[in-house]
């Protein structure tokens, strides 16, 4: 009886079940009425959901569809030289990060400190473009290691824009060897696919935050 009952929902919210607009039901039916109501609705509240609030059933659906598409996205969330935190973590945060990006380096340091406040936290970084920066790097990932990626890493992220990365790039040297590695690509591909346009985002098993977090929302999620 549960889709009979939907169409309603609403006048016997407004008018009260005893009252429905277009029903004449003796006392005993209207207390029948509106226990019927009442058993519907607990098991699926969607229909009130979705008319009195459109839009949190919209962030429903939405949200569910993250899901879906993390699920299919499960390599992402392999463990990599580049993260940092938990070797066993119960939880792992990917965040993505283009050059240049100010907010992504304010980010950065935000999950070091995490990642020391919250022991089984692991934290992945990934790129949201397949560039130059990326490809770099890379090389310097597989030539001297976590330490001198991660230094500058954060230098690019901190450039405030073009003109200043190329500066850094300039100033600093660094050595890049010519093999040209598939995770920017990959990775920019994920980017698109979870229809992320803005850079630091975050993704989590089942959850993805679009935009800078301040450090306190971020704790929040990671602690549930």
């Known amino acids: 009886m549960i889709p009979l009952f939907r169409t309603w929902v609403l006048a016997a919210l407004v008018a009260g079940s005893a009252q ?40 429903s659906e939405e949200a569910a569809a993250d899901r879906a598409l993390l699920d299919q996205l499960g390599p992402l969330f392999q463990p990599t030289e580049r993260g940092i935190g938990s070797d066993s973590p119960r939880i792992t945060l990917v965040v993505f990060d283009r050059f240049p990006c100010p907010d992504c380096a304010r980010s950065w340091q935000d999950l070091t400190r995490l990642v020391q406040d919250i022991p089984d936290l692991r934290v992945e970084p990934r790129f949201a473009e397949a560039t130059g920066p990326a490809q770099l790097l890379l090389s310097l990932l597989d030539r001297e290691g976590p330490d001198a990626y991660h230094a500058a890493r954060l230098k690019l992220l901190a450039a405030p824009d073009e003109d200043a990365m190329a500066q850094v790039l300039t100033e600093n040297r660094w050595i890049q060897d010519r093999m040209l590695r598939p995770a920017p690509e990959m990775e920019a591909q994920a980017f698109a696919a979870l229809d992320l346009d803005v850079a630091p985002s975050y993704v989590l098993p089942g959850l993805i935050l679009r935009g800078a977090m301040p450090a306190i929302v971020l704790e929040k999620h990671l602690r549930r």
């Open 20 to 59: 429905a607009e277009g029903l004449d039901l003796s006392a005993a039916d209207r207390a029948a009425f509106g226990a019927e109501v009442r058993a519907a609705l607990l098991a699926d509240p969607t229909p009130v959901i979705a008319a009195l609030r459109p839009e949190a059933a919209q962030f």
